[in-house]
Structures are given as structure tokens and as C-alpha cells.
């Protein structure tokens, strides 16, 4: 039986609490990087390398052309996204631990037990989550990772993921990070607090589509 945990997580809000604090950075300030985050590129090379190993699943997944290149259509902002995910992880993680908030490898795994006894295994598990959220099935522990340090963070606080007092942690991490972000990945609205012209479903709630388990990050 699985314990179902009233969470309310919202991607817009959490990109909403870091955005005034991600400024945009040029090629030439940092050539070759998609973004810099605390002192450290992530590279165009490493963009792309994740971006191919969700394409390289969904492939695995849809080996019908015809469906594949549907699929191709419908994300994308498959890179844009991807991007996100990447800097926004590295946010919530130092978020995390500037609060003493830590994941153990027994806490994630179960978690993914749980997920897997809901959608029928663990390669449907690794296929809704490609399919729903574009997360590779290599990268699901470490999404999952992500879900539970943001629940533990608000407990930590006191709150929940909709509450400014969270908002308000990740956007001191990402001003601890200085982060920057390459424009040609799109750029942020500082009077709307959002990102413009992407999408970016980095966090699920994953009750959606009859999975009755909530993370802790929506």
C-alpha cells in the first residue's frame, strides 16, 4: 500500500523565485558554455550530450519513423529544457544543502519502489518518465533525488514548495551561484519573473496520469 502525500508542486513558481538572480551571459564572455553555475561551465558538448541521450530513448521507445519524428515535434524545447533542468538541479541541490537537507540512496530507492509498483514495473516507470518529463531512464534516480530534496527542504522550513519562504531559498542559492546563462538558450524576464519563449518541466507531480505517489517538489 502507498502512502499518499499531499505536495503541490509548481515549476513556474520555483523559476519565478530564481530568475531575478540568473543574468544572461555571451559567448564571449564564456565561449563554448551553454551556462555557468558556481564557477563551472556546463558546456554546449555537455547540453547536447544530454539532450541526444533522451532523443537516443525515445528512439529506443517510438522506433516507428513516422511516430519518432512526431515525438521530435512535440518537445521541441528539448534543449531549452534540458538546460533547465540542469541549472535548476544544481539550485534546489545547493538550496539543499545550505539548509542541512540531504537524500540518502535508501530514501531514493524507496521512492523508485514505490513508482514501479504503481506503473507497472521499472521500464514503465522509465518510460513515463522519457515520455511525460524527458528525463533519459539513466538520469531517473537522480530526478528522483531531485524530488526529495525539495520535500525535505520545506519541511525543513516549515513550508511547502508553493510558498514564498521556498521560493525565497532557491533564489538565494542561485544568487550564491552566479549563475549565467548563455542567451542563445533564451533569456528571463525580470518584471514577470519567467522565462521567456521556453518551457521547462523539471519537476512532475507525478499523481498525474493515475500515479497516486507525490513528490515533494510541486
Given at each position: 500500500?502507498?502512502?499518499?502525500?499531499r505536495?503541490?508542486?509548481?515549476?513556474?513558481?520555483?523559476?519565478?523565485?530564481a530568475?531575478?538572480?540568473?543574468?544572461?551571459c555571451?559567448?564571449d564572455?564564456?565561449p563554448?558554455?551553454?551556462?555557468?553555475?558556481?564557477?563551472?561551465?556546463?558546456?554546449?558538448?555537455?547540453?547536447?550530450?544530454?539532450?541526444?541521450?533522451?532523443?537516443?530513448?525515445?528512439?529506443?521507445?517510438?522506433p516507428?519513423e513516422?511516430?519518432?519524428?512526431?515525438?521530435?515535434?512535440?518537445?521541441?524545447?528539448?534543449?531549452?529544457?534540458?538546460?533547465?533542468?540542469?541549472?535548476?538541479?544544481?539550485?534546489?541541490?545547493?538550496?539543499?544543502?545550505?539548509?542541512?537537507v540531504?537524500?540518502?540512496?535508501?530514501?531514493?530507492?524507496?521512492?523508485r519502489t514505490?513508482?514501479?509498483?504503481?506503473?507497472?514495473?521499472?521500464?514503465?516507470?522509465?518510460?513515463?518518465?522519457l515520455?511525460?518529463?524527458?528525463?533519459?531512464?539513466?538520469?531517473?534516480?537522480?530526478?528522483?533525488r531531485?524530488?526529495l530534496?525539495?520535500?525535505?527542504?520545506?519541511?525543513?522550513?516549515?513550508?511547502?514548495t508553493?510558498?514564498?519562504?521556498?521560493?525565497?531559498a532557491?533564489?538565494?542559492?542561485?544568487?550564491?551561484?552566479?549563475?549565467?546563462?548563455?542567451?542563445?538558450?533564451?533569456?528571463?524576464?525580470?518584471?514577470?519573473?519567467?522565462?521567456?519563449?521556453?518551457?521547462?518541466?523539471?519537476?512532475?507531480?507525478?499523481?498525474?496520469?493515475?500515479?497516486?505517489?507525490?513528490?515533494?517538489?510541486?
Amino acid at each position: 500500500m502507498h502512502r499518499r502525500r499531499r505536495t503541490a508542486l509548481v515549476l513556474s513558481a520555483v523559476i519565478a523565485a530564481a530568475a531575478p538572480l540568473l543574468t544572461a551571459c555571451g559567448n564571449d564572455a564564456h565561449p563554448g558554455a551553454a551556462a555557468v553555475v558556481g564557477g563551472q561551465r556546463i558546456s554546449v558538448a555537455q547540453l547536447e550530450g544530454r539532450v541526444n541521450e533522451v532523443r537516443r530513448a525515445q528512439r529506443a521507445v517510438v522506433p516507428d519513423e513516422a511516430q519518432y519524428q512526431q515525438v521530435v515535434a512535440s518537445t521541441s524545447s528539448l534543449t531549452r529544457d534540458t538546460l533547465h533542468n540542469m541549472l535548476l538541479d544544481r539550485v534546489l541541490h545547493r538550496a539543499a544543502r545550505d539548509h542541512g537537507v540531504s537524500v540518502t540512496r535508501k530514501e531514493i530507492q524507496a521512492m523508485r519502489t514505490g513508482l514501479e509498483q504503481q506503473a507497472g514495473g521499472a521500464k514503465a516507470l522509465e518510460t513515463t518518465w522519457l515520455q511525460k518529463y524527458g528525463v533519459a531512464p539513466r538520469l531517473l534516480d537522480d530526478n528522483l533525488r531531485l524530488q526529495l530534496e525539495a520535500q525535505k527542504l520545506a519541511q525543513k522550513l516549515g513550508t511547502d514548495t508553493t510558498q514564498p519562504a521556498f521560493w525565497k531559498a532557491l533564489s538565494t542559492a542561485s544568487g550564491e551561484l552566479h549563475i549565467d546563462l548563455n542567451p542563445r538558450y533564451g533569456t528571463w524576464d525580470a518584471q514577470k519573473s519567467s522565462r521567456v519563449d521556453a518551457k521547462t518541466p523539471w519537476v512532475r507531480d507525478v499523481t498525474s496520469g493515475g500515479m497516486q505517489q507525490q513528490t515533494a517538489f510541486r
